[in-house]
């Protein structure tokens, strides 16, 4: 089945340190992969996305690479500030039937100034 | 743009009742998938609408049904409420189905149930 496994958290780093939020992901067929954030009482809102093999996906200075070969799309930023705490969600989605989307259980990320 | 809207934002039910959740997709899109986003998990599949038809289904049982009506607005429809089924219920509208789109969420609907 297909399945995205997540790097425990909370996750507390201090501002302007450097972020990693490890994903793997097990699908069938040939999943696009997704990064989601979700802030204090809010939905979840799109950060990134990657649909095929060495595809890098970026915005607000996260990226993050679509590694076949080790099933992996790991989340990375240079440089987090303050703003960037929340829950991250990796996700991937296969084109069977319904276009939906599988979770993994969420980081919780503190930046502390 | 007018994006995904949900109401309510929260309620609370006794066990036994039935509660109807409700979103509109974002402009453009046609259509919505609902999620179960239980206290620290991930969100959880329930099913998905697409031209007014369930598209595709969860691990849910029967007693979560919905609608989608002509303007692609939708219901989420839970019967004999059972405390497990406390969560945040998230909406997400899309483009069209059967492809790898992006999924635009909504706020979602807290729901207690006691």
């Known amino acids: 089945g297909n399945s995205v496994t997540q790097m425990e958290g909370p996750v507390t780093l201090s501002e302007e340190a450097f972020l990693t939020i490890n994903c793997t992901y097990t699908?069938?067929?040939?999943?696009?992969l997704f990064w989601y954030v979700q802030y204090p009482g809010e939905g979840l809102q799109l950060l990134l996305k990657?649909?095929?093999?060495?595809d890098k996906g970026s915005n607000k200075g996260f990226e993050a690479t679509y590694r076949k070969e080790t099933t992996s799309f790991h989340l990375e930023k240079g440089s987090v500030q303050v703003s960037d705490s929340a829950v991250y969600f990796c996700a991937l989605s296969v084109s069977q039937g319904a276009q939906k989307l599988v979770f993994g259980q969420g980081t919780r990320l503190t930046i502390n100034p | 743009e007018t994006g995904v809207t949900q109401s309510p934002t929260h309620l609370i039910k006794t066990r036994g009742q039935q509660v109807t959740l409700r979103c509109s997709s974002q402009?453009?899109?046609?259509?919505v998938s609902w999620y179960q986003q239980a206290l620290g998990q991930g969100p959880q599949f329930i099913f998905q609408y697409y031209r007014e038809e369930e598209n595709g289904r969860g691990n849910f049982p029967p007693r979560f049904s919905g609608l989608q009506f002509p303007n692609y607005s939708s219901e989420l429809n839970v019967n004999a409420l059972e405390l497990d089924d406390s969560a945040l219920y998230l909406c997400?509208?899309?483009?069209?189905?059967?492809?790898?789109?992006?999924?635009?969420f909504g706020p979602g609907t807290r729901l207690t149930v006691t």
């Open positions: 990657a649909t095929k093999a060495d």
């Open positions: 997400a509208s899309s483009r069209i189905a059967g492809g790898p789109l992006e999924q635009y």
């Open positions: 699908a069938t067929g040939y999943p696009s």
């Open positions: 402009s453009g899109h046609n259509t």
